[in-house]
């Protein structure tokens, strides 16, 4: 089955400690994108990668780390966590701009 | 860069009835636009696409219709069933970039 999955669906974790969200999608894709979502703001995207160590900033990249090793992940690496970076988390993969993005289903983080 | 307003961030209608939900933007026409549908909890699942030079893309009860001049797409539902319940999203790509803008969404409620 075609899927993008993210892992863990759910983390609490302490300001400062250092956390890595996985993606792993299994459709070749190419374009790979996290996204973060908050009520009243929308989704709104962190970072992007056009193909294997190629990655590049989206609008809300302060406090996030990416890195494109390998075609099929794309892990989020959050240094040093802070509570403003409480929000649900999506990883998304598509063929190229233009195409439709496959959405995993989700991580949600706090961070007290 | 583009900003995007859906009508309204809830609408509720009769079972039966046709859902017309609207994404308008601001700034530069995008090449094309997506229409997403998000369940609670889950990430968006991708429903369709039309380009700048696409007046109007069909999929069963769904229809879509892009206006350049007015920049807005509508987003039609019809026969509306309490399973079409959801949010839905419009999107779009940033000028230039491989950056793609959400709206906030609009939250529908088919009501038996």
């Known amino acids: 089955e075609a899927q993008v999955t993210q892992n863990p669906r759910y983390l609490i974790t302490v300001t400062g400690k250092k956390l890595t969200v996985t993606c792993s999608q299994n459709m070749n894709h190419e374009y790979m994108s996290w996204y973060r979502q908050d009520p009243g703001l929308g989704l709104r995207q962190i970072y992007y990668?056009?193909?294997?160590?190629?990655?590049d900033k989206g609008d809300v990249p302060e406090g996030y780390k990416v890195s494109r090793k390998e075609k099929r992940n794309f892990p989020l690496i959050l240094e040093s966590p802070s509570p403003n970076q409480t929000s649900l988390y999506f990883c998304a993969s598509s063929q190229g701009p233009g195409t439709p993005l496959h959405f995993g289903n989700g991580t949600r983080l706090t961070v007290t | 860069s583009q900003k995007i307003e859906q009508n309204s961030e809830a609408l509720n209608i009769q079972e039966g009835k046709t859902a017309t939900l609207t994404c308008n933007y601001t700034?530069?026409?995008?090449?094309?636009l997506q229409w997403y549908r998000q369940d609670p909890g889950r990430g968006p699942v991708f429903l369709l696409l039309i380009r700048e030079n696409e007046k109007e893309k069909r999929k069963e009860r769904l229809k879509v219709t892009f206006d350049t001049t007015l920049k807005q797409s509508l987003f039609h539902i019809t026969a509306s069933q309490p399973a079409d319940s959801a949010t839905y999203l419009c999107?779009?790509?940033?000028?230039?970039?491989?950056?793609?803008?959400f709206g906030t969404g609009t939250r529908l409620t088919v009501i038996p």
């Open positions: 700034n530069y026409s995008p090449a094309y």
């Open positions: 990668s056009m193909n294997v160590e190629v990655t």
């Open positions: 999107a779009l790509p940033e000028s230039g970039a491989n950056n793609l803008f």
